[in-house]
């Protein structure tokens, strides 16, 4: 069964720290797969998407890294800020109109 | 910049009630989908539409219907509300099949009574 299991659940940081999220997917086959940001109250937004062949991709602060061997995919926020605070969604296609989701990270930044 | 609109932000509805929400993209995006999304249990697909008239049942059709009779709209319709169907509901639209980017709407809280 496809699936897509994110980890910690939540997590609650300090401003200024850096903090990383897991996701681990059983999905084939394999198209991308996507990080999303999710502010309470509203729709997700991409923050980056990764193929088969890709290891790292940075946005600003946030860096993901995909190893396709383990199946394993990590969120990486530097430098939390308040703003910061939301759900990550971590998304994967199986290129078709097929998007497995996960359940998401609920994060936390406390000033 | 990509737009997805969805009609209301809240909604209140009683039990029996019939219901429409719907989604307006403006990017002539080929690929539509309703999603509604529960605590601790991430988005699930109701459906997908990939043109205009044709639709595809997703994971958790029961209880809804769908209508695309123009590019830019989706509609989702619940024929007969239940409690069971309180949820917020996220439509998106995507380029093209094959993993493209979906965008999302701002979503519709939907609270049936």
């Known amino acids: 069964k496809n699936q897509v299991e994110q980890s910690p659940q939540s997590l609650i940081i300090l401003e200024g720290k850096n903090c990383t999220l897991q996701c681990n997917y059983t999905v084939s086959p394999f198209s991308n797969l996507r990080w999303y940001k999710q502010d309470t109250g509203r729709g997700p937004v991409s923050l980056t998407i990764?193929?088969?062949?890709?290891n790292t991709k940075s946005n600003g602060r946030y860096t993901a890294t995909l190893d396709a061997d383990t199946k394993q995919s990590s969120l990486h926020i530097t430098a939390s800020q308040l703003s910061d605070s939301a759900s990550y969604i971590c998304v994967v296609s199986e290129g078709t109109y097929k998007y497995i989701f996960g359940t998401g990270t609920r994060l936390k930044v406390l000033a | 910049d990509v737009k997805v609109t969805q009609s209301s932000r809240y909604l209140v509805k009683r039990t029996g009630e019939k219901v429409f929400l719907e989604c307006v993209q403006d990017m002539d995006h080929e690929n539509m989908f309703w999603y509604r999304q529960d605590p601790g249990l991430g988005l699930r697909l109701i459906y997908f539409s990939y043109d205009v008239k044709m639709k595809e049942k997703g994971d958790i059709p029961e209880g809804y219907s769908v209508s695309r009779e123009k590019k830019e709209r989706f509609s989702l319709i619940l024929e007969s509300a239940s409690t069971n169907q309180t949820s917020m509901y996220l439509c998106?639209?995507?380029?093209?099949?094959?993993?493209?980017?979906?965008?999302f709407g701002p979503g519709t809280r939907l609270t049936v009574t």
């Open positions: 990764m193929t088969f062949s890709e």
């Open positions: 998106a639209s995507s380029l093209l099949q094959g993993g493209y980017e979906q965008y």
